[in-house]
């Protein structure tokens, strides 16, 4: 095996860890569950045990491991480890990497999960050629990551990127954040179900009747199925989002002039034939012609592992290692 990184995906469910270097790809993954209540305390046990496990896993000789990198979704600061804020986890001003390193070795980076995906993307996938781009995933809620001049850019306090906050309707529903109207409370996956769900129960027709009678969460796959059934309801929900999806995006473009967009996340990845031609439709209709000039609407098809990608472009830029 040649010099890897441990990349480590950490959600409030699960942890997923993989060995990784840009010449062999992913060689070695390993998942832990964890519990969305979990203490820091508790969540760094857990990161020790995957670093443990998928290094044992692999068989591979840990001196090849020249750092752990780990994507967190919440405002994090590379350069100092602390987690400002991640509410998924349940973390506030946490210092991470600080905690992790007493019982790992290795150097560890943290950094923002989307930020990550999206130098994975940047850098191993189709937004090789981009220097100023724009990733955008749309699923439970919608997350963005921005690379300018080929880095990515971070902002004043760590929050850049948070597209899914973008105010879209002041009338809107209240969003996850505390806020009305935000872009993921209206167009997100998690947000199209709702309005399913509210369609159905004032008495629309609608083959997800049934998952709304049982209580059966209704994802991206299963929404697609219906779309893809020709479910009225559904086709009609998932097209409303996709106009306020390329509305949003014509909007950023004629704010920032990128040469590319990146659409992923759950909902794009089960939907895209759907999609992608609805929310390109509406991107023309609203951005600045010079402003899409140069631009290319591109799709990844990394998925999950965008991110775990995206920490060896961390490591090159915080220890200057290339693997
Ligand atoms: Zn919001």
Not at 143 to 172: C, D, M, P, Q
Not at 225 to 247: F, L, Q, T, Y
């Amino acid at each position: 095996m040649a010099k890897s990184i441990i990349s480590i995906d950490m959600g409030g469910t699960k942890v997923l860890g993989c060995i990784v270097n840009s010449k062999e790809g992913i060689v070695s993954r390993v998942k832990v569950p964890t519990d969305q209540n979990s203490s820091g305390a508790e969540y760094i046990d857990a990161l020790a045990t995957v670093v443990n496990e998928v290094i044992d896993e692999s068989g591979h000789d840990e001196k090849k491991i020249v750092a752990v990198c780990l994507g967190v979704a919440g405002s994090v600061n590379p350069s100092t480890g602390v987690i400002a804020l991640a509410p998924n986890l349940g973390l506030k001003d946490f210092n991470m990497k600080e905690a992790l390193q007493k019982k790992i070795e290795v150097p560890i980076l943290i950094e923002n999960d989307v930020n990550l995906a999206a130098l994975g993307i940047k850098n191993f996938e189709v937004g090789k050629k981009a220097k100023n781009m724009l990733a955008v995933f749309v699923g439970t809620g919608i997350g963005g990551g921005l690379i300018i001049n080929k880095k990515i850019y971070r902002g004043s306090s760590f929050t850049a990127g948070e597209i899914g906050h973008v105010l879209v309707n002041k009338n809107g529903p209240v969003c996850g954040c505390g806020k009305r109207g935000c872009f993921e409370a209206i167009a997100s996956r998690t947000a199209v179900v709702d309005q399913i769900i509210n369609d159905i129960k004032s008495g629309k027709k609608s083959s997800l009747a049934s998952y709304v009678k049982s209580g059966e969460k209704i994802k991206s796959k299963i929404l697609s199925a219906a779309v893809n059934d020709g479910d009225k309801v559904a086709m009609k929900r998932v097209a409303k989002s996709c106009e306020v999806i390329g509305g949003v995006l014509a909007g950023l473009t004629n704010f920032m002039n990128f040469d590319m967009i990146v659409i992923g996340g759950g909902m794009i990845e089960q939907l895209k034939e759907f999609m992608l031609p609805k929310i390109e439709m509406a991107f023309n209709e609203h951005v600045l012609k010079a402003a899409a000039k140069d631009l290319e609407i591109a799709t990844s098809e990394l998925g999950g592992n965008a991110a775990i990608w995206g920490g060896i472009s961390l490591a090159e830029e915080f220890l200057d290692v290339k693997v």
